[in-house]
């Protein structure tokens, strides 16, 4: 049992007292977590010299908790006796940057129905506040945690917008960027201007001993455009850590005082009404000489503090592991051991993102298999989002020893795939851009849009009709697969209209050195309009997407209360799952190859599929035929199966 269902239990019915008292619930969820809160910040932070920030730390926390309004209050108690609400199969989740999309909060709120219509109730917003003018990584350089940029409206407009996204049941999911602020946060600047407090808030070393020291193992986010991982302030006269890019200051997490900071700060973004917090960059939050600097149990130990802490003042808001690393690491950031189930409740899927793209560019699914059969599983109280791509790129996180067994050149095969998406090359039907190649060891990752990425956009090129139809079931076989996947499925804005790359990032001084803006398009509302009065890629996509989510949204065996079980093919085109709630059972096929491809009713047996019953898809209605004991798949037919 972890802490959470410990509030469950405690914010049950039979605790008469606790009903109506939402002060006595904090006081006990604070009690039921103190012993953990202590042991994990004397372990950051050694006792003989910290108790006094401990005593700082329950005192502001009392102080954060009065701040929450009585509605989010009321709120957190609902989710309590509602369970785990975040593992539902009603939650359908769209990720956009607010002014790309309808230029600014307000303009987000009158898009609204555009959600309803479609079945998204679930918003990513991508960051919206201040930052400095010129490059800030799409406001991932913070200026101030909680001011809204003037370009997205004010401050009341975002409450008003929770608030009505609250009464519509719209979950809201914003940033947290708790690795750095931006060389232009107060903090920074009063570094800057020599205060030795507040440049104990980052690393900053008078000279390059450190820094060096510290370089020697620390693998490099940006080798092209900020290579290295510190930067020199001639202000200070100092070298300061950027992990990142220049302007964003890594914060010094060994000081208690950022810790209680920084608790503050993600405590009132909570109070501002948002549900789900994305901790952006989490895995870099400690740092060692002589490791990666990533993945550190320090930082799981710090993650669980947050989280801690948190869930005492506001245990109905989650949080989200951006944790994009090696497919063993991620699962970690669900916490294990002693903390399994106390850090973060969601994290990416980046593993089977990757390994989704690593499918369409062989055709073939057997690194897929065996790096989701191989993986550990996720703890039960955990889940994910699913997604086929983001606002970042795509990078090729495959686990070298699969590659191996499954008789690969870890090294070569990386190369077909940088290949396939982004080099260009005749044969291939992606259109895709290399981001940070790094010449010296042959990595690379891939950005471009999802439709691009899937051939949409050289078959419109080219005006081939086969093409294009190929591309477009390519991309309703990608989205229903995060669609009926245990977790939540993250569709990125304007791939549910198969929205091509957008190059104008190329003319712009504060984008060119960042290629990811080629998948971060302006919102096609031209293609919209058209949705109901004509065919075209965009309308068949939108309304592929819009089944299926209806379809998911009926049937709770998607919840991911229940498991997603893998059947490894015999057919290796072809990716086979199942869902299953006891009571219903859905299959989901995917055939990865541009050819039809066949199983054997024998095999089809032998996971549960009775082919003496009626088989149907329950995307389409169709009734699917068994003809010489094999089923057909199209060319990139996905099928949601159920046997009647
Ligand atoms: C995360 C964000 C990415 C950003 C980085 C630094 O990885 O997704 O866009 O560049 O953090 O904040």
Not at 182 to 201: I, L, N, R, T, V
Not at 223 to 232: C, I, K, L, V
Request: hydrophobic share 40%; proline share 4%.
């Amino acid at each position: 049992m972890n802490q959470a269902a410990l509030h469950r239990l405690m914010a049950s019915k039979r605790l008469k007292k606790a009903v109506d008292d939402p002060q006595y619930l904090f006081e006990l969820r604070l009690s039921t977590n103190l012993s953990l809160i202590s042991s994990l910040f004397f372990s950051l932070y050694p006792k003989d010299k910290n108790e006094v920030f401990f005593h700082k730390l329950l005192n502001r926390m009392e102080k954060m908790y009065a701040n929450r309004d009585i509605a989010l209050k009321k709120l957190d108690l609902e989710r309590l006796r509602s369970g785990n609400w975040y593992q539902s199969n009603e939650l359908v989740g769209m990720q956009l940057y607010v002014d790309r999309f309808n230029k600014d909060i307000k303009g987000l709120r009158q898009k609204l129905p555009y959600f309803e219509e479609l079945g998204v109730n679930f918003l990513h917003l991508m960051p919206i506040t201040t930052r400095p003018s010129g490059e800030n990584d799409g406001g991932y350089a913070v200026n101030n945690y909680h001011e809204i940029d003037s370009k997205y409206g004010t401050k009341k407009d975002f409450l008003d917008f929770t608030k009505k996204a609250r009464d519509n049941n719209m979950v809201l999911m914003l940033d947290f960027v708790v690795n750095h602020t931006s060389d232009e946060f107060e903090w920074a600047k009063k570094a800057k201007a020599g205060d030795p407090k507040f440049q104990s808030y980052y690393y900053t070393y008078p000279d390059r001993k450190i820094p060096d020291a510290f370089e020697k193992t620390m693998p490099e986010v940006f080798p092209e455009s900020a290579p290295g991982s510190f930067t020199y302030s001639k202000e200070m006269n100092k070298w300061v850590m950027t992990c990142f890019n220049t302007y964003q200051w890594d914060l010094n997490y060994t000081n208690p005082d950022v810790f209680i900071e920084m608790l503050d700060n993600l405590v009132k973004l909570a109070n501002m009404g948002v549900d789900v917090i994305r901790f952006d960059a989490l895995a870099f939050l400690w740092k060692k000489i002589g490791t990666s600097s990533q993945n550190l149990p320090e930082a799981h130990q710090l993650i669980a503090l947050f989280r801690m802490c948190l869930q005492a003042i506001a245990p109905g808001v989650i949080l989200l592991a951006e944790a994009i690393v090696a497919p063993r690491n991620i699962i970690k950031y669900f916490g294990e051991g002693t903390l399994e189930g106390n850090e973060c409740e969601v994290a990416y899927n980046a593993s089977l993102m990757a390994l989704l793209w690593n499918s369409v560019a062989t055709k073939k699914t057997a690194l897929l298999h065996k790096s989701l059969l191989e993986i550990p599983t996720k703890p039960i109280d955990g889940t994910w989002i699913n997604y086929i791509r983001c606002h970042d790129d795509i990078g090729l996180g495959y686990d070298d020893d699969f590659i191996r067994e499954i008789g690969w050149s870890p090294a070569e095969h990386r190369s077909f795939v940088l290949d396939y998406y982004a080099r260009g090359l005749e044969w291939s039907p992606a259109k895709g851009l290399m981001f940070m190649y790094n010449p010296k060891n042959g990595d690379g990752r891939i950005t471009g849009s999802a439709a691009s990425l899937l051939g949409l956009e050289k078959a419109l090129e080219e005006k081939n009709g086969h093409k294009v139809n190929q591309a477009v079931k390519k991309i309703l076989m990608l989205h229903g697969i995060i669609l009926s996947y245990g977790g939540i499925p993250l569709i990125y804005a304007g791939d549910e209209l198969g929205t091509l790359n957008d190059y104008s990032f190329e003319t712009q001084s504060d984008h060119k050195n960042d290629n990811r803006w080629v998948n971060r398009p302006m919102h096609d509302w031209d293609a919209v309009a058209k949705l109901n009065t004509t065919t075209t890629h965009s309308s068949e996509i939108f309304k592929g997407l819009k089944q299926m989510i209806l379809a998911r949204k009926k049937l709770t065996c998607f919840a991911d209360t229940h498991p997603t079980i893998i059947h490894p093919s015999p057919n290796t085109h072809l990716f086979v799952f199942e869902r299953n709630n006891g009571a219903t059972k859905v299959w989901v096929l995917s055939n990865f190859d541009e050819q039809p491809q066949f199983l054997h009713s024998s095999w089809l047996f032998s996971i549960g599929m009775l082919p003496k019953n009626e088989l149907v898809d329950l995307i389409t209605g169709n009734v699917l035929v068994i003809k010489n004991n094999l089923l057909e798949l199209n060319a990139y037919q996905h099928l949601w199966i159920t046997g009647t």
